[in-house]
């Protein structure tokens, strides 16, 4: 399987990481750290060394409870910074945003993949995508992020989510995004309780035969705080297991902050996933 991402394409024969680079000041777990393109190349510089294959950056902060910034706060904070990696490291540069006009921003500077949290429903921004011949992911969320978990519910969390990707997945493909262009996340953490979260990881072998390679973000969420008891701070042993887990049962892409503990986890989690599938065979 691949991802294709405008002129390049990602290879995914095995999974691979990508890292988070928040340029915002209120991010759950990274605010305020990397604010600014130097600050932020640094980090994207010292992700790819540790074997990120792409760098996912965020100008707007979607943790629980969280309100969206100003269009013009939100390009200020994206646009240098994807500029500068662009320009210096050969790696994929993606945009976690919802808003069609940081996106067009953003791919002008170079960036070939968009990771939207709301799964490209604001006006416009399938077909934009489709005109820039990006690659995208398109992430289920149940609400939004200021009030998304309040009151989570689902009668069937896995099967729900999952009709809910394929729908978009046809919606993109009508808006004339390529089939190897698409990829999907269940989305861990985004109007999911911990009850919720256990049955889509417990699960997650249901989403790899959509055709879309599977992207999970699990790094340092409230799925490893409500089982381990750590802070965000100190949720690195948790979010490795999870990634490692998501790996063997079929995950391609792990959106990760802590880069190289993630790409031992996710080799670890693909071999086993191998060896099994190699035992059923």
């Known amino acids: 399987m691949h991802l294709r991402c405008r002129s390049r394409v990602l290879g995914l024969e095995a999974p691979v990481v990508m890292g988070v680079l928040n340029v915002t000041p209120d991010s759950f777990s990274d605010g305020g750290r990397y604010q600014g393109p130097d600050a932020a190349l640094a980090a994207a510089r010292a992700m790819v060394a540790a074997g990120a294959r792409l760098i996912d950056v965020g100008g707007e902060s979607t943790r629980p409870g969280a309100s969206v910034p100003p269009l013009a706060e939100e390009l200020a904070r994206i646009v240098p910074v994807v500029r500068a990696i662009a320009a210096e490291l050969d790696v994929i540069v993606s945009v976690d945003t919802s808003r069609p006009a940081v996106m067009e921003a953003a791919v002008a500077e170079g960036a070939s993949f968009i990771n939207d949290v709301r799964g490209f429903s604001e006006p416009g921004a399938l077909l934009l995508a489709a005109r820039l011949g990006v690659g995208v992911c398109v992430m289920h969320m149940q609400g939004v992020p200021a009030t998304m978990q309040n009151a989570p519910a689902y009668g069937d969390v896995v099967g729900e989510v999952?009709?809910?990707?394929?729908?978009?997945?046809?919606?993109?493909?009508?808006?004339?995004?390529?089939?190897?262009?698409?990829?999907?996340?269940?989305?861990?953490?985004f109007g999911k309780t911990t009850?919720?979260?256990?049955?889509?990881?417990?699960?997650?072998?249901?989403?790899?035969?959509?055709?879309?390679?599977?992207?999970?973000?699990?790094?340092?969420?409230?799925?490893?705080?409500?089982?381990?008891?750590?802070?965000?701070?100190?949720?690195?042993?948790?979010?490795?297991?999870?990634?490692?887990?998501?790996?063997?049962?079929?995950?391609?892409?792990?959106?990760?902050?802590?880069?190289?503990?993630?790409?031992?986890?996710?080799t670890i989690g693909a071999a086993l996933r191998r060896a099994s599938q190699g035992e059923r065979g």
């Open 195 to 266: 009850g919720h979260n256990l049955a889509l990881l417990a699960q997650l072998e249901s989403f790899t035969g959509l055709g879309a390679p599977l992207l999970v973000g699990l790094s340092r969420k409230s799925l490893a705080g409500a089982l381990t008891g750590r802070p965000v701070n100190a949720r690195l042993a948790g979010s490795v297991a999870l990634a490692a887990l998501a790996a063997e049962r079929g995950a391609l892409i792990v959106r990760a902050h802590d880069v190289a503990e993630t790409v031992d986890a996710v």
């Open 162 to 189: 999952r009709d809910w990707l394929v729908a978009r997945i046809g919606a993109c493909r009508a808006a004339g995004i390529a089939a190897d262009s698409i990829a999907v996340d269940p989305g861990f953490g």
